[in-house]
């Protein structure tokens, strides 16, 4: 398969990839763009390997968490939008944008390290030590990560309860 062939399958779900870790479409095309051209040069070496689209989703990892040490700590990425594929049907209520929001904003906050492991496990269903082999850390530190971005969007959200329209709560009788 070569490069141009695989982009053109792959391109659009290495997008909203990027687009979950970043929380912006704009940085997340940026980080794509930058992984692609390493990638170019060394495809005849990635595409000969085992899982080559696991491989860049790595690599789009390292690029969002070293893009992320770039710059300025102070600085918070907000989402313009949201991660809905263009042209779903949305229901005319306000209630569920506002809490979306609400929650991608609290999301957008977490540190970078936290959110990614969040991405990787639920929304690419990424394994802890899948998700350690991707930020290069061990199975436990993936776990510790995942868990502690789960605590802080849960006492975010506690503390912002007033100001959000009702979270459905699970019933433990569900578990």
């Not at 990638?39 to 070496?45: H, I, L």
């Not at 600085?75 to 609400?102: C, I, K, N, Y």
């Not at 993936?142 to 969007?153: D, I, K, P």
Request: glycine letters at 4%; one cysteine or more; proline letters at 5%.
């Amino acid at each position: 398969m070569t490069f141009e062939e695989f982009l053109a399958a792959r391109l659009p779900a290495l997008l909203r990839f990027a687009t979950a870790l970043s929380g912006d479409p704009h940085r997340a095309e940026d980080v794509v763009q930058e992984v692609l051209v390493r990638a170019e040069r060394r495809w005849r070496r990635i595409i000969r390997m085992q899982a080559p689209e696991a491989y860049l989703k790595r690599m789009i990892t390292n690029e969002y968490l070293s893009w992320r040490r770039r710059r300025s700590s102070a600085e918070v990425p907000m989402a313009d939008g949201t991660l809905t594929a263009a042209g779903e049907a949305q229901a005319d209520s306000t209630e569920p944008h506002a809490d979306r929001d609400a929650l991608w904003s609290l999301i957008t906050a977490l540190p970078p390290r936290r959110r990614a492991a969040l991405v990787l496990r639920f929304y690419e269903e990424l394994s802890y030590a899948e998700i350690g082999d991707v930020l290069g850390c061990s199975e436990a530190t993936a776990r510790s990560h995942v868990s502690l971005a789960l605590a802080a969007l849960r006492g975010d959200l506690a503390g912002r309860s007033r100001g959000l329209a009702s979270v459905p709560k699970r019933d433990p009788r569900e578990a």
